[in-house]
């Protein structure tokens, strides 16, 4: 383990720690030293995750099972990920998926899922997390948010009211969580590639009746300063300064880190 490790003894449970963002976060916190839980319903990609950081041999993961709408479940993981690694510093809830159509073609049952895996799945992680920083009097709740925390784009009802409704439960945290040290941040991305905005690009194409590139160009980049994709590196190194942050001074916030598309 490197001695500048920023994460030396520091506990994480990441959700939708098998791929994408979650994966990375995951990495890179142990990287700096921390053990991390990695939760996810996809088992081969957390155990793959789980391997990549045995590899790198700094820090230390185990998988968990948990689909962040099964409450039992979230507990029962949570616990369990506590136990094993003997306390809970950090909650990474990142876990997410995608859906758009425009608001009349919209199923109801698909809008409900998006929500419920972003906002209630955000919520049903908190609350199992809080149990253990509440009892250790310290703890950081990182919730991943999105540009469209702040922002809207046509076809994506669903998962723009999900990440702003994230914020508001995030500065809630914020306001219950100070008198037991617990600090409550989002992360907002602008757009990454990882399989979830891969998938978009053929379908926000499709949708919009225009070509891939200028879904890339002009829909997922146009408002940047630089007509760059922010990187899983970028959205990880904003986690760990989250997580390691050093008083309660940094709650309540949300940080967007996606090439000034969004400026607040
Ligand atoms: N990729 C981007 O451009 C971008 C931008 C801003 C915010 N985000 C957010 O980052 C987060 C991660 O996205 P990503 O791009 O890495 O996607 P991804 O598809 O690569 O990874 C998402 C992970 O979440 C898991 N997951 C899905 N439903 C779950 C559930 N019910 N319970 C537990 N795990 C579940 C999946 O199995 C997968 O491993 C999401 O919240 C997403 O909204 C992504």
Known sequence: MSHHAKLDGHVALVTGA???IGREIACAMAREGAKVGICDIDMDGAAETVETIKQEGAGDAAAFEMNVIDEAQVNEATDKMAETFGRLDSLVSNAGIQIVH???????DQFRKVVDIHLTGSFLTTKAAVRHMYEQGSGSLIYMGSVHSHEASPLKSAYVAAKHGILGLARVM???GAKHGVRSNVICPGFVKTP?????????AKDLGISEEE?????MLGNTVDQEFTTVKDVADVAIFLAGFDSNALTGQS????HGWVMK
């Open 18 to 20: 098998g791929s994408g």
């Open 102 to 108: 425009p608001i009349e073609d919209f199923p109801l």
């Open 174 to 176: 914020a306001k219950e």
């Open 196 to 204: 979830l905005v891969e998938k978009q690009i053929p379908e926000q």
């Open 215 to 219: 879904v890339v160009n002009r829909i």
């Open 255 to 258: 940080i967007l880190v996606s």
